[in-house]
């Protein structure tokens, strides 16, 4: 405990602007993150906790946050957010800057829940953090990774971030001790869902919410953009974490635990068919399909009171803009 004051008055000193502000780390029982933050006595007696009951949302017990499901597209109001979802601690200097990229289409509801659960949590973690929902255009198929290609990069240009987080927009986090920053290797923090049994399915598995820093993403050549339709993409992506000479890390499984907000198999996202015939092709494809192919077009781009939206046209199976079925020509 003492280490970790002492850590928290040396970054305070070292940051002048936070100089004002190094009383909170006398008055403050602090814990150590990873040694990276600290956190209150309140909420060091409160660390592990589910979010949910057997069926119901319990209501988020948080002083600093003014939450309410009420408000139009379901916005939680919020006052420490700024405008786009981007916060930054009040009262000292965030060591750790964390982007969270979720692919979204059709799943409003869903992201609701997220959103009224997440910013709590990360600001509980005192991150500099900004939330991006990437959005897919049209009806197409859905393509988890090539939105999540294309949310890397859109975020990146709005600032220098140092961990980036792809998240599921149906995943919960259920402990504070999992914290929303990136690891020396790549790291898959969704290690235990209520889905699974609170259980890993399978050594290989990266699904759910992992994590990147922009050069390991760099290494891997990001993710596959040719899975369209539901699944292959997430073991496709495992295996580019062992290709590039890199490895998974992950929290304990009572640390990594989430809850999946049920729901039935999206419109648009059926299953993919191909995904284990280029799932045995990967180790050929990884360098010539990811970050270096990655084609989209940003149709718009709006600063919501809680997040980001971004929404893309990122095309279908036949390309960017695929060939128009010529007209029906009428009966005479």
Known sequence: MLDCMKNSLSHCLHHPLAISHCVCVCVCVCVCWGESSCCSKQQAA???????????????????????????????????????????PPNCVARHRTAIIIPHRHREHHLKFLLYYLHPFLQRQQLNYGIYVIHQA???????AKLMNAGLREAMREEDWDCLFFHDVDLIPEDDRNTYVCDSNPKHAAVAMDKFGYKLPYKMYFGGVSALTPLQYLKMNGFPNNYWGWGGEDDDIGIRVSLAGMY????????????????????????????????????????????????YEVISREYLPLYTNITVNIGTEAGLHPPRPPPKRKRD
Not at 62 to 75: A, Q
Request: hydrophobic fraction near 30%.
């Open 138 to 144: 049209g009806n197409y198929t859905f393509n988890r």
């Open 248 to 295: 998974i890390t992950r929290p304990s499984v009572k640390v990594g635990r989430y809850k999946m907000i049920k729901h039935k198999l999206d419109k648009g996202n059926d299953v993919n068919p191909k995904r284990f015939n280029m799932l045995a092709k990967t180790r050929q494809t990884w360098r010539l399909d990811g970050m270096n192919t990655v084609e």
């Open 46 to 88: 409160t660390n592990t906790f589910s979010v949910f009951h057997m069926t119901d949302l319990m209501p988020v017990k948080d002083l600093c946050v003014v939450s309410s499901l009420r408000g139009k597209s379901g916005s939680v109001k919020n006052p420490l957010v700024v405008r786009g979802g981007r916060y930054r």
